[in-house]
């Protein structure tokens, strides 16, 4: 299978650079997701990559404050069309790098042929023996949620608040309401946020949902990431 991004081994970071940082982030959720379902489609590199991984590292301190007492891990862009839903590599070009810190929780993209900082993410890649995406229950900002019943079942929303906390244990559930219309046959998940179309999707897929708009003549929550309408597929 064509690979995606190319993973070198580690390299010491050298010295800290006193230099500005600006950080510049893409949802954690999202790129820990994307991140781990590349991630299998990886293998080990040769030692010599090792090599690389110190050129890359010291010239992007040159650029950025860099993670002090950290080994990164050196990725490059080999396909940027295959990840190009992904904010993080939204402007990659192929032939960029990418150093990953797992303990400072920071990926930066960098393009060598310009010597410039395209990127710079917070992430959270979780631990080595995390379970793959879809199953990971590991520490995750809460993502909020609220609850419409599209159908004529009552309670619906209340007890699928419990299998939502299951599924999701970062939920939190700011409200429940009815739907405008109450004829939904499947069960919308929709990102009321305008940023997380990728984190909507990845829940959608727990949840066994489906991705949609905010339908017409439903009102729009405020402050709030997501809105689930509950469809007669939940009953």
Do not use: C, W
């Amino acid at each position: 299978m064509k690979k995606l991004l190319h993973i070198g081994k580690k390299a010491m970071v050298p010295g800290f650079i006193g230099i500005a940082l600006l950080l510049a982030t893409v949802p954690s959720l999202y790129f820990y997701t994307k991140y781990q379902e590349t991630k299998r489609e990886l293998q080990n590199t040769p030692a010599g990559q090792k090599e690389e991984t110190a050129k890359i590292v010291a010239l992007v301190e040159k650029l950025l404050v860099l993670p002090d007492n950290e080994e990164p891990t050196l990725a490059s862009v080999t396909d940027k069309e295959k990840l190009k839903d992904q904010p993080f590599f939204a402007k990659a070009e192929n032939g960029d790098k990418v150093l990953i810190y797992t303990e400072a929780k920071k990926a930066i993209l960098y393009r060598p042929s310009q010597h410039i900082i395209v990127e710079v993410a917070a992430v959270s890649l979780g631990t080595p023996s995390a379970a793959v995406a879809s199953n990971t229950t590991d520490k995750q900002a809460d993502a909020t949620f609220v609850l419409y019943n599209g159908t004529n079942i009552v309670g619906l929303t209340k007890s699928y608040e419990t299998t939502l906390k299951k599924l999701i244990p970062q939920a939190v559930v700011t409200d429940r309401d009815n739907a405008k219309k109450r004829d939904y046959q499947t069960t919308l998940v929709v990102d009321i946020s305008g940023v997380k179309a990728a984190e909507a999707a990845d829940i959608a897929k727990k949840l066994g949902a489906t991705v949609g708009v905010l339908p017409e003549g439903e009102i729009k929550p405020v402050n709030v990431d997501f809105l689930i309408i509950l469809g007669e597929d939940k009953k």
